[in-house]
């Protein structure tokens, strides 16, 4: 599915990559999937130089042990030298970290309550950048 492009970045992510490498900000990838996965998905949606990118994909896999996956974002955290305040996260709300949520249809109707902001998509970075503080714009 993801060779024949059915499997897309989310809107805003495509854009959100280059932009936080301009403005000196680290992103991270902290997921359980395999590196084969995250390689071939950020392929497809950035193009075969992906790697160019100032864009650290560990995998954290080893680490994840529960859903949501508390380990990894703690071995991530550990490994990036940063502190949860140092960080914000789309799915990190448990390890202490400002979380900002991107809903889709198996989550629209969660309550998000506790997060620092929900938005539909990314498609509007600008909102995302001014709710996080990122001296970021585009």
């Known amino acids: 599915m993801l060779a024949d492009g059915h499997i897309l970045l989310r809107p805003g992510i495509k ?4 932009d936080a490498g301009a403005g000196s900000i680290q992103l991270a990838i902290a997921t359980n999937t395999s590196p084969e996965n995250i390689a071939a998905l950020l392929e497809v949606g950035l193009g075969k130089d992906w790697q160019s990118y100032s864009l650290r994909h560990r995998i954290w896999s080893h680490c994840a042990a529960q859903k949501p996956p508390l380990d ?9 030298g940063f502190a949860p305040d140092d ?9 202490g970290i400002k979380t900002y949520i991107t809903v889709n249809h ?28 990122l001296p970021l714009a585009r």
């Open 72 to 80: 990894m974002y703690y071995c991530a955290l550990n490994d990036l």
């Open 15 to 18: 854009q959100l990559i280059p």
């Open 87 to 95: 960080c914000i996260a789309r799915s990190g709300l448990a390890a």
């Open 106 to 133: 198996y989550t629209r109707n969660k309550d998000f309550s506790e997060v620092a902001a929900v938005f539909g998509n990314l498609g509007d970075l600008d909102a995302l950048y001014k709710a996080a503080g």
